[in-house]
């Protein structure tokens, strides 16, 4: 079913307003596709103009941001998200999500949906392991 982004059909009084056009193709929006871990996948939707949207289905890699240099990291978990706990149960990774990667803990920085990749920067590092 679509959403659409259409002004309120009430006054703040409580009264109708009445409609002076009927729905247009712009205003519908789209349902929340959430991005998982797994296989990279990218959806590709046309926008207004001609542009395109990558939207993330799932991906397992994350660009993190440490210092000046941006590394290609693995995507192990979802630990945290401040827009629903649920998320985290579910491993749906979101912008501001804090995510467990490989070379540790990394807060999300980029909207998955919208851009179609993955990017974080690196809050505390991975201690390194000790070789004996």
């Given at each position: 079913?679509?959403?659409?982004?259409?002004?309120?059909?009430?006054?703040?009084?409580?009264?109708?307003?009445?409609?002076?056009?009927?729905?247009?193709?712009?205003?519908?929006?789209?349902?929340?596709?959430?991005?998982?871990?797994?296989?990279?996948?990218?959806?590709?939707?046309?926008?207004?103009?001609?542009?395109?949207?990558?939207?993330?289905?799932?991906?397992?890699?994350?660009?993190?941001?440490?210092?000046?240099?941006?590394?290609?990291?693995?995507?192990?978990?979802?630990?945290?998200?401040?827009?629903?706990?649920?998320?985290?149960?579910?491993?749906?990774?979101?912008?501001?999500?804090?995510i467990e990667t490989d070379k540790g803990r990394a807060r999300g920085t980029s909207r998955p949906g919208q851009h179609g990749s993955i990017d974080a920067i690196l809050l505390?590092?991975?201690?390194?392991?000790?070789?004996?």
């Open positions: 079913m679509a959403q659409w982004m259409l002004r309120s059909h009430r006054k703040i009084t409580g009264g109708k307003l009445a409609r002076n056009s009927k729905k247009t193709r712009m205003q519908r929006g789209r349902d929340f596709v959430p991005t998982r871990i797994g296989t990279k996948k990218v959806r590709h939707n046309r926008t207004r103009g001609g542009g395109v949207k990558h939207i993330a289905l799932s991906a397992n890699s994350v660009n993190i941001r440490s210092g000046g240099k941006i590394e290609k990291a693995t995507i192990l978990s979802v630990l945290e998200s401040p827009a629903n706990q649920q998320l985290v149960r579910r491993n749906i990774i979101t912008k501001g999500c804090i505390e590092e991975k201690p390194a392991q000790k070789k004996t």
